[in-house]
């Protein structure tokens, strides 16, 4: 079950990031680079952080083709994907949650510190659009977009606290998702937002 | 001879590195370290990737000297290395091809699948030059030149399929260096550029 | 005692990493998130490239509390800061050496070549720095700024040289903080830079 929405969410994510490529004119080779890193860019940086070799995708080359084929896919179909935004934005949270519950998973069988697994589930949930943001020469819109990363934050503390109250993993995962998916589709319905820090004085 | 070839390529990657750091106005700190990201990048973010320790250049301390070496001269013979523009293009691509090459051998001799492999040539041949433009606050250019990552994959595919139907080592680097020289020139000369994805609607 | 200055130069990092942040008018989890890559960057950068697992900071989730808890004080007091501006730039002159000195340690270890352990001081020293610009979208600074990365060069090889002559530890690290925090301030003082390369042609 996990596999399978991890399955639609690396597809939406690849073809969200192929759109991001659309916006800076890249060429298709460009477009299934930045595909590629924003779906599975989030696994492989916590892969890299927490010493876990091999790094997941590269046992799974389906993977690989899966997220190509979904951002050139994205090309094709682009001129639709307007129509179906809120589609995307649905896929895109399921996404933001099952990424920050597998990446919690891989760092607590390591048996991490829960400070650490906590870092590992927002790693997954979130390096996957910094890494596509920092391609596209943009700063990256987690840090400013409505509760996003902040999202990945509460699941993992929430699915970490349920797993050590003993709670049976299905109903976890469902809790969490349930939490997670609620929490996001209200900030985004409400343009919930963190408060920003602007700040002007240039100190150097 | 893949050595002496690669020795050139990485000292030819790190001259058009530092360049790049010069339009940025860097100082020659700069200079040396994007030489070196430009140059040693690419194998790094490989062998990180695939979880080859140690890294290559960290057991080549020369390999570090000879492309700060490089970058650092690139800024007394700037003036005239426009002239030689048509030089560097073909050490580029002579390098592009050796990365390649080096990069599918690397993944080649810890087993992992040809989907990974082809990944591992192309990563090679071309992080390097997406490190150079990311610190260099610009888009990568690998995404938006005439074909360039292209023919790394190209290449890749190539020469792990004649590997693949037994072809002795040398005749497959030979054949490999050949194919991919002559594609990555005739695109140069001919100005063949992959499509570009221009994508203008911005729906979020 | 080395300790001690270690995190008292991650703080005020990550202090100044929140400032950054905002100048580019990131949320709270922005702030965050580049406190964190600030203040403890260069190590993880470091321990992924000499493949040193686990890596620092997962073993002491103290210190990423400590930072993100910096990042965020910096944001309540960031309308003082500019008063201290002169207490910050001796802060961070003192992490650029503590970061140098324990990046050399750790390659020292490890049995690297001089020539690598030169270069983990400086990554240490220097790669939190760019990951913050890299995220906040300009040109790394200490590219450009006063005398910066080059004293974590020559507060590397003197720690170096001194250990290879067989001073005693304690000794080593005092004069090489005596060296390094007189150069870095006499520089700040007096304005010494590199010489910076301008390059115009534009050869591609």
């Not at 209200?186 to 150097?204: G, I, N, S």
């Amino acid at each position: 079950m996990l596999t399978l929405i991890y399955l639609i969410a690396i597809t939406a994510e690849a073809m969200t990031g192929a759109l991001a490529a659309g916006r800076r004119h890249m060429d298709i080779f460009g477009v299934a680079v930045i595909a590629f890193l924003t779906a599975l860019g989030g696994g492989t940086v916590r892969d890299i952080v927490l010493g876990r070799y091999p790094i997941g995708w590269t046992q799974h080359p389906e993977y690989v083709l899966l997220v190509v084929a979904g951002g050139l896919a994205a090309v094709l179909v682009a001129r639709y994907m307007r129509h179906l935004n809120r589609l995307f934005l649905i896929l895109d949270a399921l996404g933001l949650v099952a990424f920050t519950i597998i990446g919690c998973d891989v760092a607590l069988g390591m048996g991490y510190h829960p400070v650490i697994i906590v870092m590992a589930g927002m790693i997954t949930g979130i390096a996957g659009g910094i890494l596509r943001d920092v391609l596209c020469n943009r700063v990256p819109i987690v840090f400013r977009r409505e509760l996003y990363a902040s999202v990945s934050l509460l699941v993992a503390i929430l699915y970490l606290g349920l797993n050590h109250l003993a709670m049976p993993h299905d109903w976890n995962v469902i809790a969490s998702f349930a939490f997670g998916l609620a929490l996001r589709l209200v900030a985004l319905w409400r343009e919930w937002q963190l408060p920003v820090f602007a700040y002007r004085h240039d100190h150097h």
